[in-house]
């Protein structure tokens, strides 16, 4: 039986990617950060599901659970490694805080590459093990490509992510280990509807309060209407045993959307972004 391991699989993406996979007959290591999520989910999985308690900023936590996996596979090489948990920050760029932007990348762009650098032996790049390589698949974010109003942070570290799995993959390839982007628009999970929970009262005395409230509406609304999580649960199933996957997979709600922010000119974009949210000229 194949076995791969997916970060953040308490909600969401994780969780979708981890019920395909082992509807398909893979079993799946899933990350999550306290004991409870881990019973929870692994009631609703199955057998076929082993929780791994890690935050993906704790590398002596990630080390752990990359040992525990090793002794799981007994000399087996490991079919897949899904980097998915992270969070969004938000907030205007120039009233934010630093630490703020910090957590942001380390989260989801710190937390990606340890996790790849713990597992990545298991994957192939350690020569005793046998079975064919596996397969890195980062969960991206239209954000890899577009930086929105207000979601900076996210935007940079999805960029950066981006750009770092490019340098990987093409390291990985003497040990035949891939590394496949998936850049989703809007799914339909929790992340999105924290939007609610978005505290915008801290920047009420700047220019943006408006526009911050025009935000928060889009981004409910966004979640409402995105893609469901099970697309992307059956996406990343395709890309971990597709002959020839692609390197980088976009999926959004709105194909119109993504093909005017691909290829209108960047200005006409700026206006379209400012005429929704409010951001007029002061």
């Known amino acids: 039986m194949k ?33 409870a999520d881990a ?20 590398e002596a936590a990630i080390r752990r659970a990359a040992d525990e996996v090793r002794k799981e596979l007994n000399g087996q090489k490991l079919a897949g490694l899904v ?7 938000a907030g205007p760029l120039l009233h934010m805080p630093p630490d703020e932007l910090r957590h942001q990348m380390e989260v989801n762009l710190i937390g990606p590459m340890m996790v790849s650098q713990a597992f990545g032996p298991l994957l ?16 991206s974010s239209v954000a890899g490509e577009n930086g929105q109003p207000f979601m900076g942070p996210y935007a940079a570290s999805k960029h950066a992510l ?22 989703p628009g809007a799914v339909k999970t929790p992340i999105w509807d924290k939007a609610n929970d978005l505290d915008i009262s ?13 935000l928060k509406s889009y981004m409910l609304k966004a979640g409402a209407n995105g893609v469901a999580a099970s697309r992307l649960g059956d996406l990343i199933h395709h890309v971990l045993t597709a002959d020839k996957p692609k ?22 974009v700026d206006r379209l972004i400012a005429r929704r949210l409010g951001l007029s000229k002061i």
């Open 39 to 58: 019973d929870r989910v692994k009631n609703e999985l199955g057998p076929f599901f082993t929780p791994l308690i890690f935050d993906v900023t704790d």
């Open 247 to 268: 390197t980088r997979y976009r999926i959004v709600p709105s194909a119109l959307e993504s093909f005017m922010l691909r290829t209108l000119p960047k200005r006409t």
């Open 3 to 35: 076995s791969v391991v997916i970060t953040g699989v308490s909600t969401g993406i994780g969780h979708a990617a981890a019920e395909t996979l082992i509807r398909n007959g893979v079993h799946v290591f899933g990350s999550v950060r306290k004991k």
């Open 162 to 183: 981006e750009g770092l799995s490019e340098s990987l993959r093409r390291e990985l390839i003497p040990f035949g280990i891939d590394v496949i982007v998936i850049g």
């Open 124 to 139: 192939g790049a350690d020569p005793s093990l046998k079975g064919p390589p596996g397969r890195i698949v980062m969960i």
């Open 202 to 214: 801290r920047y009420a005395n700047t220019p943006y309060a408006k526009a911050l409230g025009n």
């Open 83 to 89: 980097n998915n948990a992270g969070i969004a920050v």
